[in-house]
């Protein structure tokens, strides 16, 4: 599976954003896809996901701005984000992986390490 990240870009404080990622597969399969990000000296957040059944799940932090949804007819995941802040600044990975092996949550999702598949990142910096 390949997964290959775009839309990045730096944007003032409440102004939006859209993610893309772009699926070696059908976004129909029974794969758990996800984005996480990380920032300078901190570890992975996870920050969407979406089962294969169409379920989404968010941290709080980004509950209410960020959504993440998949287009199955362009195999392509993305992430809705909107009135973003300062502390959104970071480099957002796409993620898809077996659902049996971890629950498909943002918390989890950022732990997968090798288990699961994923892209090279987008950088999203957000200026106050």
């Known amino acids: 599976v390949q997964l290959e990240e775009s839309g990045g870009g730096q944007v003032q404080a409440g102004g939006s954003l859209r993610l893309s990622c772009a699926v070696s597969v059908s976004t129909d399969s029974d794969y758990c896809m996800g984005w996480v990000r990380q920032a300078p000296g901190k570890g992975r957040e996870g920050v969407a996901t979406?089962?294969?059944?169409?379920?989404?799940s968010y941290p709080d932090s980004v509950k209410g701005r960020f959504t993440i949804s998949k287009d199955a007819a362009k195999n392509i995941v993305y992430l809705q984000m909107n009135r973003l802040k300062p502390e959104d600044t970071a480099m957002y990975y796409c993620?898809?992986?077996?659902?049996?092996?971890?629950?498909?949550?943002?918390?989890?999702?950022?732990?997968?390490?090798?288990?699961?598949?994923w892209g090279q990142g987008t950088q999203v910096t957000v200026s106050s």
């Open positions: 993620a898809a992986g077996d659902p049996v092996l971890y629950p498909c949550i943002p918390t989890t999702i950022s732990f997968t390490g090798d288990d699961y598949y």
């Open positions: 979406i089962d294969p059944d169409g379920k989404t």
